[in-house]
Structures are given as structure tokens and as C-alpha cells.
């Protein structure tokens, strides 16, 4: 929830409530001046000079018949940029850099194309702090990385063959599709992934799912540990973290579900 204006324009506020009720409380049927009126608590003559202005700028429409008001096109074409003015790689990375400083590991961000995960984003942790490098054109294998394993069991089945050979990175890594599929499944009802040594060896690692406005799973975000300083608490403690990160990254991309919180069981 967004805090209040620390500087209200009332009548900026009382605008937006029009609309807002517009769009939740009246149908395609629209609403008159008098039902707006007592349904914001806004005199008839406010409300007559708001919809004139929201009507000269084409986010209300009035229909002549009815003499009732209803959203304008304008409206709809702005909400459709915003979208495209929230995209995966237009993210404010701030959330990346204060996981990795949290954490003290090496944060991903990264996406699905075609067989493979592309990093949008990479927080690498030195002894000097957090180096903020930017790698859209680093690729990954879905199959032995947490990132990957994240993809639904339904992407899965439309990405690979089910006698497709998979490569091995080290001897941990998963090599045919239906191993695959099946953690896919357990990861959907886990909600996190793991790679525990199947793409370099000697390295942890844990991803989550981000969501856009759909709810779709459109990214990830993960956290790569050495596996001597992994134990149950710091993997308690990392999948707590992603799982805080991912929920202000899907926020920032439109969705507005619940981030349910997994936890990692012993």
C-alpha cells in the first residue's frame, strides 16, 4: 500500500476518486452527476467542473442519451504504456544491490529465451562490496540452474523433447527430461529452486519466481553461495531474502497478488 501524499492536491485526489469509482462501482452503464455526487460526497457543481476537464482530456466520455459518464479511450491507452514502461529490464536494481549486500553472495536476475536462462542483471560480492554488472547477454542451461528450474512443468514440456539429450556440467547435473520434469513439479510446490552443484561444482545456489501484472512467472531472482558456507540457516535465511526482493520486483512489474512466503523445510 502506498503511503499518503506528504502534499495533497484535493482536487488531484478528488479526481482520481471519480475515476476510481467509475471504473470499480458503476458497470458499462456509467453514473450521473447526482450518483457521483453522493457517492464521493463532492458537491454536484464539483463534480459537473471535474468531468468537464476529465472529458476535455478524453479519460471520461458522456453518453447524450443518457446524460451518464463512463471512462474514455484516453484512459485506456494510457494504462496500456504502462507495461511498457515496466519491463524486466527497466527494474530499479537498488532491490538487487541491497539483497546482495544482506546476503553477501552473488545475486542473479535473469529471464527464460528459448533453452536457456539470460541474465539480465548480476550483483557480484567481492571482499571490496557489491560490483553492480549489467550482462544481458550471459546465458545459462534452464536444466542445471536454479534460475531455470524455476519454469513452470507446462514451459517445460514445450521447450524440450522428451528424448532430448541434456548436457552435464558436473556429475550432479540433471540429464534427461523427465528428471527434469519432476523437479520441475517439486519446485512448483515448493515455490524456490535449487542447483546444488550441477552447474559449477563447489556452488549453491537458490532462485524464486517474479510475477508481472498477470501473474505470470516472467523472471527470477537468485542467490549463489559457496556450498561451505551453506547450511540450514542460511538457506532459511537466503530463500526468506529472495523471497522479500522478488515479491518488491513483482510489485514494481504490476502484480498485485499475494506473495505467499515460502519457507525452506529441513
Known amino acids: 500500500m502506498a503511503q499518503e501524499p506528504k502534499y495533497p492536491v484535493q482536487t488531484v485526489m478528488k ?3 471519480l475515476l476510481n469509482h467509475l471504473a470499480k462501482n458503476t458497470g458499462n452503464l456509467g453514473a450521473g452527476v447526482s450518483e457521483l455526487s453522493d457517492a464521493l460526497g463532492i458537491g454536484k457543481s464539483t463534480v459537473h467542473r471535474l468531468l468537464d476537464t476529465l472529458q476535455y482530456y478524453g479519460y471520461i466520455e458522456k453518453s447524450e442519451e443518457t446524460n451518464r459518464y463512463r471512462l474514455g479511450w484516453e484512459l485506456y491507452k494510457v494504462g496500456l504504456s504502462v507495461p511498457a514502461q515496466n519491463q524486466l529490464f527497466n527494474i530499479d536494481r537498488t532491490h538487487l544491490l541491497e539483497l ?4 553477501n553472495e552473488t545475486i542473479d536476475y535473469g ?3 528459448g533453452k536457456e536462462t539470460i541474465i539480465i542483471s548480476k550483483m557480484e560480492y567481492t571482499s571490496n562490496g557489491m560490483n553492480n554488472s549489467v550482462s544481458p547477454g550471459e546465458y545459462e542451461s534452464i536444466h542445471a540452474t536454479a534460475l531455470g528450474k524455476v519454469m513452470s512443468e507446462e514451459e517445460i514440456y514445450k521447450l524440450f523433447e522428451d528424448k532430448e539429450e541434456l548436457p ?4 550432479h547435473t540433471i540429464l534427461t527430461v523427465s528428471e527434469l520434469i519432476h523437479e520441475a513439479e517439486k519446485v512448483k510446490k515448493q ?3 535449487v542447483n546444488d552443484e550441477e552447474y559449477w561444482i563447489g556452488m549453491y545456489c537458490m532462485a524464486v519466481p517474479v510475477r508481472n501484472y498477470t501473474g505470470k512467472i516472467v523472471a527470477a531472482v537468485s542467490a549463489s553461495i559457496p556450498v561451505f558456507r551453506v547450511d540450514d540457516k542460511k538457506k532459511e535465511f537466503v530463500l526468506d531474502e529472495l523471497n522479500r526482493t522478488a515479491g518488491q520486483i513483482s510489485k514494481e512489474l504490476g502484480y498485485r497478488g499475494r506473495c505467499e512466503i515460502k519457507r525452506y523445510r529441513i
Not at 546482495?100 to 546476503?103: A, R, S
Open 15 to 17: 479526481a482520481l476518486e
Open 100 to 103: 546482495g549486500k544482506k546476503l
Open 111 to 113: 529471464t527464460i529465451k
Open 168 to 171: 552435464a556440467y558436473t556429475p
Open 191 to 193: 515455490g524456490y529452486g
